[in-house]
């Protein structure tokens, strides 16, 4: 899977999460998760989650501990799937 | 995993604030005394928690509800009596509280001398992952940890059973040998929603619940969620009871 599909189904995933949906809009890959889209930290483990649901992977505490932003879980997601 | 250093850095806290705890523990307790504060059947509850914990020297992982700030000392002081706080340091729990919160260097002090280790919620994963060593090095010293799992003071007033953290989970995944959870639910009669301190002349029912949680048949992140979950579930029923029972 190429990085925009990913990248894509990021935004999807997050949707649910960020208060003010238009924030996703403007996303870009160095959109910070929990400062730009103001998601809870609490529910970045909520998204990491849909993620391993969505694209069939395992992510373990210390790689979710490295998600930051939307880039960092598209690397992190890019590299196990390929 | 901690290093010697850190390990060192962590029992010389414990040691100083044992050594500080004949000041600290009944200026705690005056204060609560003098703010009015009165815990409901108080000797029941020091009785239960007290037969708990003789009964396991621990790893104890103790959660409670959150609603005011003055929370962590006021459950100390709901769970042991002063003569417990000073004669048996190592049942006061370790407390986990916003770094932000003290910003003020008399109240880091007090924190320090009081088994605080201050965190940042969202802050640096280094520093967490330090936070979250420095705990699971106490869990396997026998210790009591204090956390409020929902992860913040109760926006609603209520337990947020929808909307918590699972940052507790991290504890019960960590294959702790023997862990046990004690869940305290403490509300003063008057308190209607989450405020900094509670109203002056409070007074507070404190339930108690204790359980050995189950190894979850889930890994990873969901494991953790499963673990948080379950000891939110719990403290919901508590507040229930509260509710249903203890108001009447």
Not at chain 1, 43 to 62: A, S
Not at chain 2, 67 to 85: E, F, G, I, V
Not at chain 2, 190 to 213: H, K, M, N
């Amino acid at each position: 899977m190429d990085e925009q599909k990913i990248f894509e189904a990021m935004v999807n995933i997050l949707k649910p999460y960020t208060k003010d949906t238009a924030l996703l809009e403007r996303a870009t890959r160095d959109t910070h998760i929990l400062n730009d889209l103001k998601v809870n930290s609490a529910r970045l483990v909520d998204v990491i989650i849909k993620c391993e649901d969505v694209f069939n992977i395992t992510v373990d505490d210390d790689e979710a501990d490295t998600i930051r932003t939307i880039g960092n879980a598209i690397d992190l997601i890019h590299a196990k799937l390929n | 995993m901690l290093s010697s250093r850190a390990k060192a850095l962590l029992m010389f806290q414990n040691g100083l604030g044992r050594l500080m705890a004949v000041v600290l523990a009944p200026f705690y307790f005056a204060l609560i005394r003098l703010m009015g504060y009165r815990i409901r059947d108080i000797k029941a509850v020091r009785a239960a928690c007290r037969r708990e914990f003789e009964k396991h020297e621990g790893p104890w992982l103790i959660c409670a509800n959150h609603l005011t700030m003055a929370d962590s000392p006021l459950l100390s002081y709901a769970m042991l009596s002063l003569w417990t706080h000073l004669r048996v340091f190592r049942w006061i729990p370790w407390n986990l509280p916003e770094r932000n919160n003290f910003r003020n260097p008399f109240l880091v002090l007090l924190c320090y001398l009081s088994k605080c280790i201050p965190v940042q919620r969202g802050g640096p994963r280094t520093e967490m992952k330090q936070t979250l060593a420095k705990c699971a090095y106490l869990l396997s010293r026998r210790q009591r940890l204090l956390v409020f799992p929902e992860g913040g003071r109760s926006r609603t007033g209520r337990v947020n059973t929808e909307n918590f953290s699972y940052g507790v989970g991290r504890f019960l995944d960590n294959d702790q040998e023997g862990m046990r959870v004690m869940c305290l639910y403490l509300r003063g009669d008057g308190q209607a929603a989450y405020s900094t301190i509670p109203a002056f002349g409070e007074r507070f029912t404190v339930l108690v619940d204790v359980f050995t949680p189950e190894k979850s048949a889930l890994t990873g992140l969901r494991a953790q969620r499963d673990y948080a979950g379950h000891i939110i579930g719990r403290l919901a029923e508590m507040e229930d009871n509260y509710f249903g029972f203890c108001r009447q």
